[in-house]
């Protein structure tokens, strides 16, 4: 990730635009990107700020390029590489047994005189002799682990200069989400995959239901409620490379911007950010896929089939049931597959369901995971390795039944 | 499950600490806003519960406390006491004692305000004593957070953990800097006692204040000489730390701490190879800036900065800008001057500040003595201080790290070969470090570039030339 010194976001009419390099106007970009994997793959052994002065040298000529933007690809280099660490402090060591040394012969002088007897080369050499080494290997190593004066070890690259250039657009989106104070993300696919990755970003949400299968989800951290803070501008940058891999969203942020002012920050699936991570599953399980293929997609005895379009959310529990029917009299049963199973992911099912006992919800429970003897109970229909559809439709209609009885009575 | 317990839980509100807020939830209908006054707590409809800051935690113990009939339960952890391993301060001076009482009175909850050199930190050290809390040190820079770690080994006897400069050890005696603090203080903010604010004229800051905010510590002490912001957000500390317990009268610091020395300007010629160079880019940026100001007559440096980006040329001005920097601080005579220094102050200690880290690691090599820099290992520190304090080491070379009251050992001579001239703050604060033995005064040479001085001279007296100003602008 860059910092806050790499940031190259243009703030205009309130709006805020990170720093994008364009497919058609940065097209020669590509050639740039090239020459920098270049510069890093073929640098090995090389000091870090000799690969800097290479990079900045590149674009000594491009009329399109502030110094931010290349400190910004250097960073995203070093990121992808290996320096050499000096983990055991020899560099430090050495120092402090060489400037001991050194002590008593200070101060080193150009010529000696009558008063200083001590040459500098002499001096050096007399040292290097008593640590049994020549005085150029010390003098090389004495500030080894200055971040600057670092050598490149391995470099693991990127994939191409394409995917450099993604990278160098996602990271900038996310240097620009560091003074935000809010994100809301409005989303009709993948609301699961948006709302673990925001969970495991460590930000709250809010979930608000604004249409059929669409859905508002405002993400913040605990402070926000007290008064507006960006500390969790972080988090939320975090969570954007999971969000760009999701599919049906737009995403509004607020943002502080460096005159104290607020500007919004717009993007959606459709502005073409690459994530470096692959898109969600489709399905989470085999056991899922081959029941959605089962049922298809065309109504059966009046029920239709739809997937994860259903989002209950009771504070910070949100659950998505994988699927859910909708009858053509409007009866709607949430439909959850259990595929593996621990006592602890059962117990938290229980809890969850619990809390969401006000909607009908149909559990598909695999044999192996029943004790000897042990009923299945309500809304359950037990499986082997695939569910089939008998015991589902059946399991629906006694549903639909018991819902018309209550209407009735 | 026992039901008992299973009740309990349910029926009695539960306090605790929550990513750097406290969070009560508690059976519906529990009378917050009356027990705990309208302001105090604040619904979260996001987790069905009440919420504050963390740092309101002393007011809302007390409420607790004053609380009959109802059991609560508080999660808040409650940090452990300290036990010293070794106690070894000095006796406090009366004004530190007054201070100390001050604090004290102030249901140990205040600012002290003490002229530099006065001994803000073993008024801080004696708090931490007679307390015996689980301490957090919050300093503005790495330097000051390692000197607080000594300055509570030497004094306490106790090796108080780090948080800061990539190391991540905490201890119920911490020191971390005020960055790291407001990174990690949603995890750590509950840990402790008693938070002491060094410097405290940084923590109101957008950000760093809310180190102060998350965190829940009932006792806080704030230290600073000059608690004034220029955006006046300085009346921000009565809320942050509490009021001021102390403030002690300049005139009772005059004349007693700050010792006197003499300052001896070193004038350098740069090479003719430097010399060229370095006219080279003058030229070269005037030149430019002439060219821009024929149609836009405001241009000044930060047009140059925002075109730097979309022009290779504003860029290559910057460069030359950036160069003449270098050059002005890196100029190979200042090591011959700094030889001829330390020849003449040879068996007294010194101390060289640089204006850049290239430069300090230029003098160390070049001279084979110790730096103290910013990414300067912790033991090493020690042991160059160490060294340096006990004579073994003769010289010490430090970049700018002076304008906060980083203690240096005493030193009878003083080089600075920074680009600028020293301000007249980094001048009073050497003021600690230089002390008078005997009848000789301690010095402070200041090693500058004379050719650049005479550029700036000669460029004063054009004044009215539309160019003539941009170097102040610049600087």
């Known amino acids: 990730m860059l910092t806050r010194e790499h940031a190259i976001v243009d703030y205009r009419d309130g709006r805020a635009f990170p720093d994008c390099l364009d497919r058609r106007r940065h097209a020669h970009y590509l050639g740039y990107a090239e020459r920098m994997l270049a510069i890093y793959a073929g640098g090995i052994g090389r000091e870090r700020r000799a690969l800097h002065r290479d990079v900045e040298t590149l674009f000594a000529e491009e009329p399109d390029c502030p110094l931010r933007r290349i400190r910004a690809f250097a960073k995203l280099l070093d990121d992808a590489s290996t320096y050499t660490s000096d983990p055991k402090g020899e560099a430090s060591r050495l120092r402090l047994r060489v400037f001991e040394a050194a002590a008593r012969y200070h101060p080193l002088v150009r010529e000696k005189d009558r008063l200083f007897e001590h040459p500098e080369g002499e001096t050096k050499a007399a040292i290097a002799r008593d640590l049994g080494e020549a005085w150029d290997d010390i003098d090389a190593r004495l500030y080894a682990d200055v971040l600057s004066f670092q050598r490149l070890e391995s470099f693991e690259g990127y994939a191409g200069p394409e995917a450099l250039l993604s990278r160098y657009n996602v990271a900038q989106l996310q240097a620009c989400l560091y003074g935000a104070e809010r994100m809301t993300v409005r989303a009709t696919r993948d609301v699961k995959t948006i709302l673990r990755y925001a969970k495991l970003a460590r930000l709250l949400h809010e979930v608000r239901r604004v249409g059929p299968g669409e859905y508002l989800i405002e993400f913040t951290g605990p402070a926000s409620v007290l008064r507006q803070t960006r500390r969790y501008g972080v988090n939320l940058a975090r969570f954007v490379p999971a969000l760009l891999a999701c599919r049906g969203w737009t995403m509004t942020a607020v943002l502080r911007t460096p005159w104290k002012t607020r500007a919004v920050l717009e993007v959606s699936d459709r502005d073409r950010y690459t994530s470096a991570l692959p898109p969600p599953q489709e399905f989470d399980s085999s056991v899922e896929e081959t029941f959605a293929a089962k049922f298809g997609p065309e109504e059966r005895d009046g029920w239709r089939l739809e997937r994860e379009t259903e989002v209950l959310a009771d504070g910070q529990t949100a659950f998505v049931p994988d699927f859910v029917f909708r009858h053509a009299d409007g009866a709607t049963v949430l439909f959850e597959i259990v595929g593996f199973w621990t006592p602890e992911y059962l117990a938290k099912k229980r809890e969850t369901l619990r809390r969401f006992r006000g909607h009908t919800v149909l559990l598909a429970v695999p044999e192996r995971s029943l004790r000897d003897g042990a009923e299945p109970g309500e809304h359950v229909v037990v499986y082997k390795t695939a569910i089939q559809l008998g015991p589902v439709m059946e399991a629906l209609e006694t549903v639909r039944r018991r819902a018309g009885q209550t209407g009735d009575g | ?475």
Not at chain 2, 23 to 44: E, I, M, N, Q, S
Not at chain 2, 91 to 110: F, M, N, V
Not at chain 2, 147 to 167: E, F, P
Not at chain 2, 244 to 264: C, F, I, K, N, Q
């Open chain 2, 1 to 475: 499950m026992r039901s008992s317990d299973t009740e309990r839980t349910a029926e009695s509100p539960r306090l605790r600490f929550d990513r750097g807020t406290l969070l009560l939830d508690g059976p519906d209908g529990t009378p917050v806003r009356d027990l705990f006054g309208p302001d105090l707590w604040t619904w979260d409809g996001r987790v069905g519960a009440w919420r504050c800051d963390a740092m309101r935690y002393a007011a809302v113990r007390r409420v607790l406390k004053e609380c009959p009939g109802r059991a609560w339960r508080n999660d808040v952890p409650e940090p452990p006491p300290v036990h010293w391993p070794a106690v070894n301060l000095p006796d406090l001076r009366p004004e530190q004692r007054e201070a100390l009482a001050g604090w004290r009175a102030a249901d140990r909850r205040g600012q002290v305000i003490m002229p530099t050199g006065t001994g803000k930190t073993e008024v801080a050290l004696a708090a931490m004593a007679e307390t015996g809390a689980a301490t957090l040190v919050v300093a503005p820079i790495r330097d000051l957070m390692y000197q607080w770690h000594r300055r509570i080994l030497k004094g306490l006897g106790y090796d108080a953990g780090i948080v800061g400069d990539t190391l991540y050890n905490l201890q119920p005696v911490t020191v971390t800097t005020y960055d790291s603090a407001y990174i990690h203080m949603d995890r750590i903010g509950a840990r402790f006692g008693l938070i002491v604010f060094d410097e405290e004229h940084h923590l109101p800051g957008q950000c760093r204040r809310e180190a102060a905010l998350m965190c829940t510590a009932p006792m806080r002490l704030g230290l600073t000489a000059t608690p004034e912001r220029s955006d006046g957000r300085h009346v921000d500390l009565e809320h942050l730390v509490g009021p001021v317990a102390y403030d002690m009268p300049l005139a009772r610091a005059r004349g007693r701490t700050l010792a006197e020395y003499d300052v001896v300007r070193v004038p350098v010629a740069l090479t003719p190879q430097e010399q060229a160079t370095y006219d080279a880019c003058s030229r070269q940026i005037r030149h430019f800036i002439a060219e821009r100001r024929r149609d836009r007559p405001g241009y000044s440096w930060k047009d140059l900065c925002a075109e730097s980006g979309a022009d290779p040329v504003a860029r290559r001005a910057q460069k030359a800008y950036y160069l003449k920097k270098s050059i002005e601080d890196r100029a190979a005579e200042k090591l011959r001057v700094l030889e001829d220094l330390f020849r003449l102050h040879a068996g007294q200690r010194t101390i060289v500040f640089a204006g850049s880290n290239a430069m300090a690691m230029e003098v160390s090599r070049r001279f084979l003595v110790p730096t103290i820099l910013s990414h300067t290992p912790k033991r090493e520190r020690l042991a160059v201080l160490d060294g340096f304090a006990e004579g073994r080491l003769p010289v010490l070379v430090a970049n700018r790290v002076l304008d906060e009251g980083v203690d240096v050992p005493e030193a009878k001579v003083a080089v600075v070969i920074g680009g600028q001239a020293s301000t007249r703050q980094a001048k009073q604060r050497l003021g600690r470090i230089l002390r008078r033995t005997g009848a000789a005064r301690a010095v402070l040479y200041e090693v500058v570039c004379e050719d650049t001085k005479d550029v700036h001279r000669s460029r004063s007296r054009r004044r009215s030339d539309a160019y003539a100003r941009t170097r102040h602008r610049r600087l």
